[in-house]
């Protein structure tokens, strides 16, 4: 029986693998998060608490659990914040990263780790996992240097990097998806960006991905992205078609008006052929995505 370590499982990404390994007989899975419990606590779910910015604790727990694979969706992952916060955002995306490497050497586990398109500057698109990286904030410069870190480790490795990822989970950040659907059934206008172009990913894809490159013990770099390239604003618009909301409140704008604090790359959309080819992954399309994120509120709703 293979063992598996998953860290950040109480966000979206770690939640959904949490969810899809549990019904895997052949694998025993232990959730960890910083947080003090887990969104699961009420079902059969493993689960310790862990934070990966202590290199001690870290050593403890694989030591003492000896993971085969190690699945790594923690980070800090929002932008601007990562902007304002650069020790905090290191000591995560690269400082985490660097102790479960070396907990990993010692148990000969693998690490799959979750990466991110900001590790490019968006001026092509198109983006090839053998394409040069070349981030334009901070937080693409942690993700990248995390990425550095696993590769000169020497350790049996594998790096997914995803894009605009969307989906449900229990008290997650708001992703995109989610953001756009409170506001507008609020009746609270928007403003999305018509300039900046990405493949978004519907969770299960990633996690589907993740699973895969496991089970299939692949290694090296992924792409995992959806089936369709698209700006925010027009993917705000398919989100509103599927929910049956009002469009005339979500307003087209530019980057430059929102004056955030960290740079956005413009066009980062993965070509994802390798994941597609080796791993079986079938990324849905927008409207697909989207409409599985609708049945998935329904059900949360009923229950």
Excluded at 145 to 164: P, Q
Excluded at 192 to 218: H, M, W
């Amino acid at each position: 029986m293979k063992r598996i370590l998953i860290c950040g499982s109480n966000g979206l990404l770690g939640q959904r693998l949490a969810i899809m390994l549990s019904s895997r007989t052949e694998y025993e899975v232990l959730n960890t998060s910083h947080h003090r419990s887990f969104v699961f606590d009420h079902q059969l779910f493993d689960y310790t608490q862990l934070d990966l910015t202590r290199k001690s604790d870290v050593k403890s727990l694989v030591s003492s659990f000896q993971p085969d694979v190690i699945m790594n969706a923690a980070g800090a992952t929002n932008v601007d914040w990562c902007e304002n916060h650069r020790e905090e955002a290191w000591n995560v995306n690269v400082l985490g990263v660097e102790h479960l490497l070396e907990a990993a050497r010692k148990v000969k586990a693998k690490l799959i780790h979750v990466s991110t398109d900001y590790v490019f500057d968006g001026k092509t698109g198109d983006y090839a996992e053998h394409d040069k990286p070349n981030p334009i904030n901070y937080y693409g410069k942690t993700k990248l240097a995390g990425e550095n870190a696993i590769r000169i480790s020497e350790i049996n490795h594998a790096i997914a990097r995803t894009i605009v990822v969307y989906g449900h989970g229990i008290n997650v950040r708001k992703n995109f998806a989610l953001w756009v659907i409170e506001n507008l059934k609020n009746n609270q206008a928007i403003r999305c960006v018509d300039d900046q172009i990405s493949n978004p990913t519907y969770v299960g894809d990633v996690a589907f991905g993740i699973i895969k490159i496991a089970e299939l013990d692949r290694s090296g770099v992924y792409h995992i992205g959806g089936s369709e390239r698209i700006s925010r604003y027009d993917f705000a618009l398919r989100i509103a078609k599927v929910f049956r909301l009002e469009t005339s409140m979500i307003q087209r704008i530019k980057t430059w008006d929102l004056n955030q604090a960290a740079l956005r790359p413009m066009n980062t959309t993965l070509i994802t052929l390798k994941a597609e080819t080796e791993l079986g992954l079938k990324p849905v399309d927008i409207t697909q995505g989207v409409t599985l994120l609708k049945r998935e509120l329904q059900t949360t709703r009923k229950n």
